[in-house]
């Protein structure tokens, strides 16, 4: 079972057995695959799912545990074994618990952090506290869509290598600071300091550097003081420096002595607006370069002359608006140019006969590239990957990255890229069009993300991504069609939610053994045909076009449930009546439904209260009796069901206050709430076409409601009006993927706000733009599967 690597087994007992208490819950979320993998031609892979299971049980915790795990691995390859203090003041440098406003609480995080890698089995402690990785492990593969080299700031155990004279020496932590000192023949030396800018208020920065005169490896976090350069380009023998979110740094020019750098981070500094162009021509030992958060509009040219570079960040740089030329680069891996919001070409941007047609013209000689990222940029195009003459193959770029790269509108040729393994495309609004050739020869393709896209059809090559894990089409609007897609046999989820025109799927999923995710609401598209067994053990999920919502252990049950609600539908044409006990009445009368119709808190995970049984209540019955309530179950309240075509009564919907909407569009919504005067509670679901909610509702009519819930609105991206609700008590957000902020401002936050739930919504940041979380103290507030919830609820 553990194919002949008993570490698996140990790894994974000692996995479970530290989970204590959370092993249930984690269990049930986390999948395992219960058979091995096969390659194409039927040989047992490297892939263990001992370990893996392992490593899916990790992934189930918070913090940083997974970057450092990552981090572990790699740090081993490159430097071999390495002192378990060591090992955590790199993983500090390399940001992994940043924002670092204390050394000696980012040490402790990263302690923690480490003893729990030890319980687990995934890291070793041996004779003078040394520790190295599990071996076993090496064989895992790193899909996270930016993985390690995305997740590291400077790359630091690549520069280090196996040479112990560039470790950092043995550390000491005292005093809210880490030092590391070398023993030589003559003295004890200080190698490495790592100190926050609270520390560093305390010494005169000038006498503190001065007698560093041996220091090689600095890091400062947060500094607060401005003035601390010039005392930095004293430190010849420095290697690697880092300055770390430090907003009153205005100038670096005093670092260009600091020619023996390796290692330069400068990140955070919203003041320096300014590199001189030639900064980096006597830093020709730079190999890793680190610029983020800064003011610049232009990168210097000399960039291009620092041959050793194999890790190029400018990322988060707003108004950027050129590069270096880097196409002769040959030893760089990273190039990460995200957040640059200004930037309109990686090309020549000069004006004139002066123009250079040539400037990052194609990257081909960029052999080693793994990491390329451009993503929230403004370019229209990208490099070229082959030279025409030769067609060599870049297979080291595992990771090709342009979200919300707005106003691009094709793609080069991608099939030089032949190991590819992530390939982010969401929110290339501009890009309309995928040729065959994008996807040909992707053997190793395992994550695409296509959503948000303006994309009216795929290739036919995407039915050939036999590695491929993760199918990602959410709010696609113009997709018809999907191309067959039978042969993805490792898929494990598919997500086409809010593709409003999608109506068919080329092929079953019956050979599909480790789906486990499919999302289809929103679109046209029939259930389609489920897999007959499976290969993964976990809570399988499926939304239907319709919202309904089923998941169970194994697809076979799935599919029972699923054709056993049709079949009482089809059963009798009262079925519906008969089931939620709404007694015979003439029409215009109320209808009373009883105690044992589900409360509206259970609508979103068990898809009771769906639009073909509202649309069997007849239309001139709009106004009924049922037990619907967010939070009080025990609540009677009368509710006015509301779809796209039913005829309503004017005075009854004057007078209404309590009223579900489903699938209506937002016309629909705004006509209708114009002409409601009172209203308390309302629930939305299944708005296929909504992007900002309430956007022409007269704001007076938002002022009565107390309770309001939100459910599969897919194109969803802010609440219009929100200022108005004065009353709002309670509020429910469920499988809206595309909100990231519930209210914009401050303002927009209701007061009376005090029960808060948000569920299954991908994109979701921040509750309110400008307001801590913790200073909201009179709400309570839940939060599920919200991935990117950066607030601790």
Request: aromatic share 6%; with cysteine; hydrophobic share 40%.
């Amino acid at each position: 079972m553990s194919m002949r690597l008993p570490a698996a087994v140990v790894v994974l007992a000692k996995s479970l057995n530290s989970m204590g208490t959370k092993l249930p819950l984690c269990l049930s979320s986390c999948p395992s695959f219960s058979t091995f993998d096969y390659d194409r031609n039927g040989a047992t892979s490297m892939h263990n799912p001992l370990l893996h299971f392992a490593y899916e049980l990790l992934k189930t915790m918070r913090g940083s545990i997974v970057d450092c795990f990552w981090h572990s691995l790699s740090f081993f390859e490159h430097c071999g074994c390495v002192n378990y203090q060591e090992l955590i003041a790199h993983w500090i440098l390399e940001g992994y618990f940043d924002p670092v406003r204390s050394v000696t609480k980012a040490y402790n995080d990263g302690h923690a952090i480490l003893m729990e890698l030890m319980n687990r089995g995934i890291l070793k402690i041996q004779g003078d506290n040394v520790v190295m990785p599990e071996v076993a492990l090496s064989n895992l593969i790193d899909l996270r869509r930016r993985g390690l080299s995305g997740m590291s700031r400077i790359g630091l155990a690549k520069v280090c290598g196996s040479d112990m004279t560039k470790c950092l020496g043995k550390i000491n932590h005292v005093d809210d600071f880490i030092e590391a000192v070398r023993v030589t023949r003559k003295r004890e030396k200080v190698t490495t300091i790592m100190i926050s800018g609270k520390r560093l208020r305390r010494e005169n920065s000038e006498k503190f550097f001065e007698k560093l005169k041996d220091l090689e490896v600095l890091g400062l976090f947060e500094p607060t003081l401005g003035h601390f350069v010039p005392s930095l380009s004293k430190l010849m023998k420095l290697r690697v420096l880092v300055i770390r979110d430090c907003d009153l740094l205005t100038d670096i020019e005093d670092l260009k002595a600091l020619q023996g750098l390796h290692v330069l981070e400068v990140s955070g500094a919203s003041s320096l607006k300014k590199i001189s162009d030639d900064f980096f021509k006597a830093l020709s030992k730079l190999q890793s370069l680190h610029l983020s958060g800064l003011q610049i509009a232009s990168s210097p040219s000399s960039i291009s002359v620092l041959m050793e570079l194999h890790c190029l960040i400018i990322k988060d740089c707003p108004v950027l608006e050129d590069l270096p030329d880097i196409q002769e680069l040959v030893k760089l891996e990273v190039v990460d140019i995200s957040g640059a919001r200004g930037l309109q070409t990686c090309f020549d941007n000069t004006k004139g006969y002066k123009k250079d047609p040539s400037k990052n013209k194609n990257f081909y000689h960029l052999t080693n590239l793994q990491l390329l990222d451009f993503s929230e940029s403004q370019i229209v195009r990208l490099p070229i990957f082959q030279d025409s003459a030769v067609g060599n193959k870049i297979h080291s770029v595992t990771r090709l990255l342009l979200r919300d790269c707005s106003k691009l509108k094709r793609l080069p040729s991608l099939r030089p890229l032949s190991g590819l393994q992530i390939l982010d495309l969401s929110g290339t609004i501009s890009l309309v069009k995928m040729v065959e050739v994008y996807l040909e020869d992707k053997k190793e393709l395992r994550y695409l993300n296509l959503s948000g896209t303006n994309l009216h059809q795929l290739p036919s090559t995407i039915g050939e991504l036999s590695s491929l894990n993760k199918l990602l089409l959410k709010g696609c609007t113009n997709l018809e069609f999907l191309p067959s897609i039978k042969n993805l046999t490792n898929l494990e989820v598919i997500d086409v939610s809010g593709c409003t025109k999608l109506h068919t799927i080329e092929g079953s999923f019956v050979d599909m053994f480790y789906l486990r995710e499919v999302n289809l609401s929103g679109t046209k598209v029939k259930t389609p045909k489920l897999p007959t067994k499976t290969g993964i053990r976990c809570l399988k999920h499926i939304i239907l076009a319709d919202g309904r919502r089923f998941k169970g252990e194994e697809w076979s049950r799935i599919k029972y449930d699923i054709e056993s609600e049709r079949s009482d539908k089809a059963s009798s044409s009262n079925a519906v009546v008969k089931s939620q006990e709404i007694s015979e009445m003439e029409p215009g009368e109320t209808r009373e439904i009883q105690s044992n119709e589900p409360c509206a808190s259970d609508c979103s995970e068990n898809g009771d209260v769906i639009k073909d049984r509202l649309l069997q209540v007849p239309i001139d019955r709009a106004l009924y009796k049922k037990i619907i309530s967010l939070f009080d179950s025990a609540s009677q309240q009368e509710v006015m069901a509301i779809n796209e075509t039913n005829e309503l009564c004017e005075e009854a919907l004057a007078n209404a206050e309590f009223v579900s909407f489903v699938d209506c569009s937002s016309t629909r919504l705004t006509s209708i709430f114009n002409k409601i005067k009172s209203l308390k509670s309302c629930w939305l679901r299944m708005f296929v076409d909504t992007k900002i909610l309430f956007a022409d509702v007269d704001e007076e009519r938002l002022g009565s409601l107390e309770t309001l819930s939100i459910t599969n609105l897919p194109l969803l991206e802010t609440i219009s009006c929100a200022g108005s609700f004065k009353n709002l008590k309670k509020l429910s957000i469920d499988s809206c993927p595309n909100i990231i902020t519930l209210f914009p401002e401050a303002s927009q936050m209701p007061s009376s706000l005090k029960d808060l739930h948000t569920k299954s919504c991908e994109k979701l940041e921040k509750v309110v733009v400008g307001v801590e979380l913790s200073t909201l103290t009179n709400l309570t507030l839940k939060v599920e599967n919200c991935p990117n919830f950066k607030e601790t609820p």
